[in-house]
């Protein structure tokens, strides 16, 4: 007790420039205690009040590869890190949602996937999620047609695979059939991650397969203000579907205000095969969102909405395949698929969705930070036979969560958590897959790892219960 009561605090500095050049509000991240500060004028970063022992020091700027250092210091002690920065088109990838704790992909535990930077520049054009990661590595995709496609992780699908935008839940009830899809603008998405493994504990015990997780701009994952004003614009087209598109946006920052909006759209027509055109295989898709952020070095909150508007077709199959599925057992795709060959049917969907997300970090005592979040999901979707509506399905959801992340403590780290869920689910129609049902759901999760010298462990557990009250 005497040797903690006379130890010191101790602090890191240095600073961050390009060449000779001093480079101005690059973010330093200290890890353990994940804190964040941004360099001045002159490049010169601190941290101050630490306790004495190791830390991991990581300098990011948007266009510039990251740089990690390791620095000891001791009690009392003032230790001095300096980063050089160079240009680089691919920056090092950081996961933020594999175990709750932000590091490298090729340093987290659980197998995952990570797509940002050129790559999704290159995705820009897919109008749904399975498109996007088809070929992946364990990643493929069930479809009928672009506009429906979804993920098919380690060959789960439905409810074993978990789809979620900024770690929350979307609303689309794609797990129930194969024409309900998991439509996304890639021009609107920073990074795109697939979780495997332990960690996908925290986001739902249906997440058997693996967690997608499309996480938006760059405030999303440093949750801190860029003082001034930057924006983007971007097109793209295509010959082989007639693609056409383009999306642009722009924030503003003020000290530790940040306010953004962004906005575009895509379309394509039928595509083209070796074996001829896809007939009802077009999409169109807009998309705008808005939001406001404060920042500060012990406290976050955000306020978001978003609204996408889309209608894609689903191609017929061939009077001949309908009945091969058939002796296959397929019997309700079957029906489906009968009646998708006789009519011309398409699916126009909408989708509201408002966030409120805060929290605390820099924390003292035992916790590292806490982070709270509620969000809001309207799901629409209408099925137009030869342009009449058929079957209505609208999915309204509340989820809230909230996640608490442990300082290290030795060999121990980890997260833990509680998580919560209201849905009314109701579909008319021909085809109405199920009553209007109500979903309340309640889980308790954790997540801890202990890092040995040679040997990394991780457990976890999930203690959910699902109330389901189907109506008539």
Same mark, same amino acid.
Not at 171 to 182: A, I, L, V
Not at 260 to 288: C, L
């Given at each position: 007790?005497?040797?903690?009561?006379?130890?010191?605090?101790?602090?890191? *500095?240095?600073?961050?420039?390009?060449? @000779?050049?001093?480079?101005?509000?690059?973010?330093?991240?200290?890890?353990?205690?994940?804190?964040?500060?941004?360099?001045?004028?002159?490049?010169?970063?601190?941290?101050?009040?630490?306790?004495?022992?190791?830390?991991?020091?990581?300098?990011?700027?948007?266009?510039?590869?990251?740089?990690?250092?390791?620095?000891?210091?001791?009690?009392?002690?003032?230790?001095?890190?300096?980063? %050089?920065?160079?240009?680089?088109?691919?920056?090092?990838?950081?996961?933020?949602?594999?175990?709750?704790?932000?590091?490298?992909?090729?340093?987290?535990?659980? #197998?995952?996937?990570?797509?940002?930077?050129?790559?999704?520049?290159?995705?820009?054009?897919?109008?749904?999620?399975?498109?996007?990661?088809?070929?992946?590595?364990?990643?493929?995709?069930?479809?009928?047609?672009?506009?429906?496609?979804?993920?098919?992780?380690?060959?789960?699908?439905?409810?074993?695979?978990?789809?979620?935008?900024?770690?929350?839940?979307?609303?689309?009830?794609? #797990? *129930? %059939?194969?024409?309900?899809?998991?439509?996304?603008?890639?021009?609107?998405?920073?990074?795109?991650?697939?979780?495997?493994?332990?960690?996908?504990?925290?986001?739902?015990?249906?997440?058997?397969?693996?967690?997608?997780?499309?996480?938006?701009?760059?405030?999303?994952?440093?949750?801190?203000?860029?003082?001034?004003?930057?924006?983007?614009?971007?097109?793209?087209?295509?010959? @082989?579907?007639?693609?056409?598109?383009?999306?642009?946006?722009?924030?503003?920052?003020?000290?530790?205000?940040?306010?953004?909006?962004?906005?575009?759209?895509?379309?394509?027509?039928?595509?083209?095969?070796?074996?001829?055109?896809?007939? @009802?295989?077009?999409?169109?898709?807009?998309?705008?969102?808005?939001?406001?952020?404060?920042?500060?070095?012990?406290?976050?909150?955000?306020?978001?909405?978003?609204?996408?508007?889309?209608?894609?077709?689903?191609?017929?199959?061939?009077?001949?395949?309908?009945?091969?599925?058939?002796?296959?057992?397929?019997?309700?795709?079957?029906?489906?698929?009968?009646?998708?060959?006789?009519?011309?049917?398409?699916?126009?969907?909408?989708?509201?969705?408002?966030?409120?997300?805060?929290?605390?970090?820099?924390?003292?005592?035992?916790?590292?930070?806490?982070?709270?979040?509620?969000?809001?999901?309207?799901?629409?979707?209408?099925?137009?036979? %030869?342009?009449?509506?058929?079957?209505?399905?609208?999915?309204? *959801?509340?989820?809230?969560?909230?996640?608490?992340?442990?300082?290290?403590?030795?060999?121990?780290?980890?997260?833990?958590?509680?998580?919560?869920?209201?849905?009314?689910?109701?579909?008319?129609?021909?085809?109405?897959?199920?009553?209007?049902?109500?979903? @309340?759901?309640?889980?308790?999760?954790?997540?801890?790892?202990?890092?040995?010298?040679?040997?990394?462990?991780?457990?976890?557990?999930?203690?959910? %219960?699902?109330?389901?009250?189907?109506?008539?």
């Amino acid at each position: 007790q005497d040797q903690v009561l006379a130890q010191k605090a101790a602090s890191i *500095q240095g600073a961050v420039r390009v060449g @000779n050049t001093p480079l101005h509000d690059a973010t330093v991240k200290l890890n353990p205690g994940n804190r964040t500060v941004q360099t001045d004028e002159a490049g010169h970063y601190e941290f101050t009040d630490l306790a004495p022992g190791e830390y991991e020091l990581i300098a990011h700027q948007h266009s510039f590869a990251e740089q990690k250092r390791t620095v000891k210091v001791g009690s009392g002690q003032t230790a001095r890190s300096d980063f %050089s920065l160079n240009f680089a088109p691919i920056r090092q990838e950081v996961t933020v949602t594999a175990t709750g704790r932000e590091e490298s992909t090729l340093e987290t535990f659980s #197998s995952v996937t990570s797509l940002d930077g050129q790559e999704l520049a290159i995705l820009d054009s897919a109008p749904a999620v399975g498109e996007m990661l088809d070929h992946g590595p364990g990643i493929a995709k069930r479809r009928f047609g672009p506009g429906s496609s979804r993920p098919v992780v380690r060959g789960f699908d439905g409810d074993r695979v978990l789809v979620l935008q900024d770690g929350m839940r979307t609303g689309p009830r794609s #797990s *129930q %059939s194969g024409d309900h899809g998991e439509p996304v603008d890639g021009s609107s998405l920073e990074r795109v991650e697939v979780v495997r493994g332990p960690a996908t504990l925290l986001y739902g015990s249906n997440a058997i397969g693996g967690v997608v997780n499309v996480i938006t701009r760059h405030h999303e994952l440093e949750q801190h203000a860029h003082e001034g004003v930057r924006g983007h614009l971007g097109a793209l087209g295509g010959t @082989n579907n007639a693609l056409g598109g383009g999306n642009g946006g722009f924030e503003i920052g003020k000290g530790n205000y940040l306010f953004w909006a962004s906005g575009g759209g895509q379309r394509t027509g039928d595509y083209n095969t070796p074996i001829g055109t896809i007939g @009802n295989s077009g999409t169109q898709m807009i998309q705008t969102s808005t939001g406001f952020g404060r920042y500060t070095d012990k406290t976050f909150l955000t306020l978001s909405y978003d609204l996408q508007d889309g209608l894609y077709g689903v191609p017929s199959a061939p009077e001949e395949e309908g009945h091969d599925h058939e002796h296959e057992g397929e019997h309700d795709h079957d029906h489906e698929g009968e009646g998708h060959a006789h009519e011309n049917v398409r699916i126009d969907w909408r989708r509201h969705n408002a966030r409120f997300t805060g929290g605390f970090r820099n924390m003292q005592g035992w916790l590292e930070n806490v982070r709270t979040g509620v969000n809001y999901s309207d799901w629409r979707h209408k099925e137009l036979e %030869s342009g009449v509506v058929g079957t209505r399905f609208t999915n309204q *959801q509340w989820t809230w969560d909230g996640l608490f992340r442990q300082k290290k403590q030795g060999v121990l780290s980890g997260s833990f958590g509680v998580w919560g869920l209201r849905r009314d689910f109701k579909a008319v129609g021909d085809e109405a897959l199920a009553p209007p049902v109500g979903q @309340n759901a309640f889980a308790l999760y954790s997540v801890e790892e202990f890092k040995f010298e040679r040997i990394r462990l991780q457990v976890g557990g999930r203690l959910e %219960s699902n109330r389901y009250n189907p109506q008539g």
